[in-house]
């Protein structure tokens, strides 16, 4: 089977945001963004896909990959590949961001270009915010070579003692709640942190003569299994991954910039236990991540037109707030896309709503990322408060959240909310609420199921879908879903669910099989991953069957499309702008026979089918039908931010024709919905 490697099908996707960065289209405080996000999914790349790898490798691990390389030959691709972004990242970084934002009024300025009086400033902001936190640390037979924290930036430097020939070095770290890139007074001036403690490093070694020194920084493995049966609970087995991965011994990934000298180089490998291989040189500035200070910069001139998300038509204002939402939704199921449509007035103010209604009795609801200070938290213990039964289930395993996860977790329980952590060995993705109702007619159920994250910051930011229903039979199959996850349900069947692990990975395959048999077989699917294989052979084989297949994938794909005799009717693209493609859209049929149409949680991946919770519905309704197929057309007729992927596992932009840019146009079509729209007699 033709497989590609999920690896570097990782780094083809940041090379399209790295793409982004590059293009003078765009916005020039938006690219400076852009080139931070590339920074910091090339730091989660190492943590967790390299970091694995090694780990497996040191583990005498002999594992092949499901495009059949062995660890050490991934490794051996993987290098190359990335070697080739970070240079094109730092000449993006030198010969274009930097000219470009000097000609808009925004400087990256040397210590050595500053006069006296900006020196004065930063003399005085040194001594009084950076001196007293810096610990220079002695590297020499008395001094073992300190503990490197992950992602922190460092100084190596080399000083020489007149009382001894030989010289030393020493290690300074730069406070990591210091901005990556200084502000000056005139707002438009910006010098490197490391610069500023640079040109002070006497006040640090008095009476020693500065040799040398340099900038470096570590990465190191944060791919920790979860040991959920050693510990007495999961959090104290969360609690212990944190620790872990705070004092992690295992360095994946060496940056160093260019000047550095042989010798400093290799005291830093050997101390570190790193191969040359893992050492990658950098002829600009190291930690891009911290562009989002420039990025946030108050310039609306050269940022994206700012966008307001709307309120869903059927959910405008009402003489009757308190019960409004519910009474629309006897009406009928809401679509809600994010960001065109608000996430404040629709699924926090469901949520909000059933916290002040009287008549609620409980809420129920997966929280795996939100918020810091998230109002459906407030919410949910205003509701708990309230006498009624909350019930939160907490994802504390949800990588590089835990620590959030935990600390509200904690907060919802002393406010009296039943907190409850899933299932043993599986992460509960599922995006799902229940709130159960007393009204005249008897207990009435509403619900939301959605593709993305309680989460009001990222529904500006990622691309998602939920619908909110009133639909009995979605009701008691949520019922029965959160009875598995927080009691000892063993409910394996339901009405309209299709649930993972269970019956989704079935139901797909079914599904598939049924296009394969059809002579006009169509399938659509819109995901941010495409990995499983046995999901990718079964696509393959509904192509050489004829099967028309159209895959908008954002991030990774080891499908290759394209090829003869295999996957010649198949079509990959990805859509990478503005906002983070994030929703999950299957459709299967033809316009002939009717299509089925399903969202949800779920990516095709081996982890979401297998080893998550994860909830998928299908969406029935006619209407919300033309709006999932509205969205797919949009992304499948972009010629403004598409990629497309060519039999060779190679991705090309799609030329520019019609410049049908998937994100204004759906902006337009929500304008248009908002204008069209006759209000709905919400009085049943």
């Known amino acids: 089977m033709k497989y590609l490697n999920r690896d570097l099908s990782w780094l083809d996707f940041d090379d399209r945001v790295l793409a982004l960065a590059e293009n003078e289209a765009v916005p020039l405080l938006e690219r400076v ?366 990588r590089f959240d835990e620590a959030t996860n935990i600390n509200f977790a904690r907060a919802l329980e002393e406010a009296g909310v039943h907190v409850v952590y899933g299932i043993v060995g599986l992460k509960t993705h599922a995006k799902i609420t229940l709130v159960v109702r007393q009204e005249r007619s008897g207990i009435k159920r509403y619900c939301h199921v959605g593709t993305g994250n309680y989460n009001p910051t990222t529904a500006r930011l990622y691309e998602d879908i939920g619908i909110l229903s009133a639909d009995p039979a979605l009701g008691s199959d949520l019922t029965e879903l959160f009875n598995y996850l927080t009691g000892y349900s063993k409910q394996s069947r339901y009405t309209k669910l299709l649930v993972a692990p269970g019956t989704l990975r079935p139901a797909l395959l079914e599904l598939i099989k049924r296009e394969t048999d059809a002579p006009d077989g169509r399938i659509v699917l819109k995901v941010n991953n495409l990995v499983d294989p046995t999901i990718i052979q079964a696509l393959y084989n509904a192509s050489s069957a004829g099967t028309q297949i159209d895959a908008v994938v954002r991030g990774i794909c080891c499908l290759q499309p394209g090829v003869p005799g295999l996957s010649e009717n198949i079509r990959v693209r990805s859509i990478v702008g503005r906002y983070l493609e994030h929703s999950r859209i299957m459709r299967f049929g033809s316009d002939e026979r009717g299509a089925d149409y399903f969202i949800g949680s779920a990516d095709v991946m081996q982890r979401n089918l297998d080893r998550r919770v994860e909830a998928v519905i299908p969406v029935t309704d006619p209407l919300l039908q033309s709006r999932l197929q509205e969205i797919l057309d949009v992304n499948l007729a972009d010629d403004a931010l598409a990629w497309t992927l060519d039999a060779d596992g190679v991705w090309h932009k799609v030329p520019t024709v019609h410049n049908i840019n998937t994100h204004r146009r759906l902006q337009e079509l929500a304008l248009a919905r908002l204008q069209a729209h006759t209000p709905v007699d919400v009085s049943a």
């Open 33 to 398: 963004r852009f080139l931070a996000i590339f920074s910091r999914n090339l730091d989660e790349f190492f943590q967790v896909r390299i970091g694995g790898l090694q780990e497996q490798l040191s583990a005498g691990v002999g594992a092949v990959s499901s495009d059949g390389l062995t660890i050490i030959e991934q490794l051996d691709l993987v290098k190359p590949r990335v070697d080739e972004l970070v240079a094109r990242s730092a000449r993006i970084f030198t010969q274009q961001l930097t000219p470009a934002l000097e000609k808009a009024g925004i400087r990256f300025t040397n210590w050595d270009a500053l006069g006296d009086a900006d020196r004065e400033h930063l003399d005085k902001m040194f001594y009084d915010q950076i001196f007293p936190v810096l610990t220079p640390l002695a590297v020499d037979p008395g001094h073992p070579f300190p503990y490197i924290s992950n992602l922190s930036l460092n100084l190596a430097v080399v000083v020489a003692d007149p009382a001894q020939a030989e010289p030393r070095i020493a290690r300074l770290k730069v406070p990591p709640l210091l901005p990556r890139f200084v502000r000056m007074p005139d707002g438009e001036r910006f010098v490197p942190i490391e610069q500023i403690i640079a040109a002070h490093l006497s006040a640090l070694f008095p009476g020693m003569e500065v040799v040398e020194r340099y900038v470096f920084r570590i990465t190191r493995n944060a791919d920790f299994a979860l040991k959920e049966d050693e510990a007495e609970d999961l959090l104290e087995a969360v609690e212990s991954v944190l620790r872990m991965r705070r004092r992690s011994p295992d360095a994946v990934r060496l940056e160093i910039e260019g000047a550095m000298s042989d010798s400093v180089r290799n005291l830093l490998a050997r101390e570190l236990e790193l191969d040359d291989s893992d050492i990658y040189v950098v002829n600009g500035p190291l930690d891009l991540g911290g562009l989002w200070g420039i990025a946030d910069l108050e310039k609306p001139a050269l940022k994206y037109e700012p966008w307001l998300p709307l309120t869903p038509p059927q959910l405008a204002s009402s003489p009757d707030q308190a019960t409004h939402l519910f009474r629309v939704l006897r009406q009928g199921d809401i679509l809600v896309h994010h960001p065109y449509d608000s996430f404040l007035t629709s699924v926090e103010a469901f949520v909000d709503q059933a916290a002040r209604d009287p008549r609620v009795m409980a809420i129920k609801q997966t929280l795996y990322r939100t918020g810091v200070d998230s109002p459906i938290i407030k919410s949910l213990i205003r509701a708990a408060e309230a006498g009624k039964q909350v019930v939160a289930l907490v994802e504390v395993t949800a």
